[in-house]
């Protein structure tokens, strides 16, 4: 059975940050604070390039990362941009196209976006509730990793369902960047950042034509 692929890439129009949970070891008597301003890169989502470029050291090379976007960042976004439409799909009564990007789009990866990890990102500095619960009171500092606006990722797709149509897809998407949004901080959380356009959609459809009047599931 064939399917449909897309390759999608969104641009940015707000700036986008990241909050990865890491597991980087404390120094010996390094308070929270020191921990934090040392180790806020590894709250960076990155992949690997499969590419070799200079290390800190003479002579030394190292693997270059590519810094990304989950593949759920924007499977969810995609499904909750769906919900947030309401909108009805025609000929299914008052079925709506949430059970359909759940369950109807395969990820076939993350989104890559096209910055360098080690000199495009900047720490963000923002006051935290220290537990993590909004009007605890205690605040601490925490920086995070953000790009600017204007930034590119790109990521592939299947689409499994074939209801699901390059017009709705592109709908979907367009309220995804709009009003849910990725990363720390978005809209959906009811934060600014992380907001997004379509900048460009290749649908590959692979279908079989079907004869006109023959169910394709018998």
């Known amino acids: 059975m064939e399917f449909t692929s897309i390759s999608a890439t969104i641009q940015g129009l707000a700036a986008y940050t990241q909050s990865h949970k890491h597991d980087e070891p404390k120094l010996e008597g390094e308070n929270a604070d020191d921990y934090d301003r040392r180790t806020w890169r590894s709250k960076m989502n990155t992949q690997p390039t499969g590419r070799q470029k200079p290390g800190p050291k003479d002579g030394e090379m190292v693997p270059e990362l590519a810094m990304i976007i989950p593949a759920f960042g924007i499977h969810d976004a995609l499904v909750k941009a769906a919900q947030h439409s309401q909108l009805k799909i025609v000929g299914q009564r008052y079925a709506t196209w949430t059970a359909k990007f759940k369950s109807g789009i395969g990820m076939m990866g993350p989104a890559v976006i096209n910055v360098d990890p080690d000199s495009i990102v900047i720490p963000t500095v923002l006051s935290m ?7 605890s009171g205690a605040r601490v500092t925490r920086r995070f990793p953000q790009i600017p606006p204007g930034w590119l990722a790109t990521f592939e797709a299947m689409i499994l369902d074939p209801v699901i149509t ?3 897809f592109r709908l979907m998407l367009e309220r995804a960047g709009l009003y849910i949004g990725v990363g720390q901080y978005r809209p959906e959380v009811g934060g600014s950042n992380g907001r997004f356009r379509v900048h460009d959609v290749v649908w590959t459809d692979k279908r079989e034509l079907v004869p006109y009047g023959i169910n394709a599931a018998a």
């Open 129 to 135: 509730n220290a537990d993590g619960k909004r009007g």
């Open 166 to 168: 390059e017009k709705i």
